[in-house]
């Protein structure tokens, strides 16, 4: 069946460098594959999404990679900011739109 | 976002109780969803509306059913609540019309406790 998941359930990064997350899919047939951040206490907050006939798409300080031939996504936060640490979430949407979502990577930056 | 409200924010409830969760928007979006969050398994939908009075099954629908009686309410309602419906629950929102499929805002959700 189709799913969305992350490779790894934390990850921890020096503020100031770059943070990567990842995430693999199952689902050749998504439409689109996106990217939503959750801080503490909130709901989660869109970032970013790329077609899937798109590899690459840049937002401000983020870039989505998407690699369709071995179904990987990732996420690139450029300078990671305190601000920055948060859940994030890959999720992906086919036909009508309805999201399905990852587990979540935890990110958490050190100062 | 403050344009999603959600009521209430927190609630303690014992198995077999009828419960109701709202959700309210000011955004006039068309499109508005259900879903749960539990540790470790991200969000899973419950339901999801297009528009008034269009109600569609989620992946978890089971247990739950929901009433769109106008473009800005949303609700969710537990009809005989149980233990393992103690979750974190949100309602979203998104504006088809516009285009921006993918982007959906969310509430700041209604923390569940069923004993």
Redesign the interface.
């Known amino acids: 069946g189709e799913s969305v998941g992350l490779h790894l359930p934390t990850l921890s990064v020096q503020e100031g460098d770059n943070s990567i997350i990842n995430c693999a899919y199952s689902n050749s047939a998504s439409d689109y594959f996106i990217w939503y951040k959750q801080e503490s206490g909130k709901g989660p907050q869109f970032i970013i999404d790329i077609r899937s006939n798109m590899d690459k798409r840049q937002g401000q300080r983020v870039t989505v990679l998407l690699n369709k031939t071995v179904k990987h996504l990732s996420l690139q936060i450029a300078a990671t900011q305190p601000g920055d640490s948060a859940v994030y979430f890959c999720a992906e949407s086919k036909g009508d739109y309805k999201l399905s979502f990852g587990a979540g990577t935890t990110v958490t930056v050190r100062a | 976002?403050a344009d999603?409200t959600q009521t209430p924010r927190n609630r303690i409830t014992k198995t077999g109780k009828r419960i109701m969760l709202e959700c309210s928007q000011t955004k006039g979006h068309d499109r508005m969803y259900w879903y749960r969050q539990d540790p470790?398994?991200?969000?899973?939908?419950i339901y999801?509306s297009?528009d008034v009075k269009d109600i569609n099954k989620?992946?978890i629908s089971d247990g739950y059913s929901v009433s769109r009686q106008a473009q800005a309410k949303f609700s969710l309602s537990l009809e005989s609540a149980i233990p393992n419906q103690t979750a974190l629950y949100?309602c979203?929102t998104?504006d088809?019309t516009r285009g921006a499929?993918?982007?959906?805002?969310?509430?700041?959700?209604t923390r569940l406790t069923v004993l």
């Open positions: 976002d999603v470790g398994l991200g969000l899973r939908l999801y297009f989620g992946e949100f979203a998104s088809f499929h993918n982007e959906q805002f969310f509430g700041p959700g």
